[in-house]
């Protein structure tokens, strides 16, 4: 009887493991169901991720050679750097004109084609220079935390 009675409740535990099981079993399908898009989709943005991530350091890397050649174009051969140098020595020759053109009773701009130009010019420099090399400045501060621009000033 011993053997019966475990052969019985051996059945029942396996009738209940299987109701069990199809339960789990459902749930658990239904589940990896569901979840499947996003594994897919995940799996395949994190297989590419590596390749994407080394493209915009490439991209990031090319970008700060372009700038640094573009403002080291700009600054150390262009004459913008220049300007003060360029209007200081301006003003003194026009104040030069001036003075001897009062003394002779002649316009300046009757000596220089481009008078009226200068003085337009030189009446603008110092606010003008000053906010070119304030630019000059923030593009160096930005660029060097980003990407260690060297300063030419």
């Given at each position: ?32 169901d569901n979840e499947f898009d996003w594994l897919e989709q995940s799996y395949s943005e994190a297989s590419y ?75 603008n420099a110092e606010s003008v220079d000053s906010e070119f090399k304030n630019a000059y400045k923030e593009v ?14």
């Amino acid at each position: 009887m011993a053997i019966k009675l475990n052969q019985v409740v051996l059945n029942k535990l396996k009738n209940a493991k299987k109701d069990s099981l199809k339960k789990v079993d459902l749930s658990l399908v239904s589940d990896i169901d569901n979840e499947f898009d996003w594994l897919e989709q995940s799996y395949s943005e994190a297989s590419y991720g590596a390749e994407f991530m080394r493209e915009w350091e490439d991209k990031i890397l090319d970008f700060g050679t372009e700038l640094s050649i573009a403002v080291d174009n700009y600054v150390v051969n262009g004459a913008g750097y220049s300007f003060e140098e360029a209007y200081t020595d301006m003003r003194v020759k026009i104040e030069e004109l001036e003075s001897k053109s009062e003394e002779l009773g002649i316009n300046p701009s009757e000596l220089v084609s481009n008078y009226e130009e200068i003085k337009d010019i030189l009446s603008n420099a110092e606010s003008v220079d000053s906010e070119f090399k304030n630019a000059y400045k923030e593009v160096l501060r930005q660029a060097n935390e980003r990407f260690g621009l060297a300063d030419f000033s």
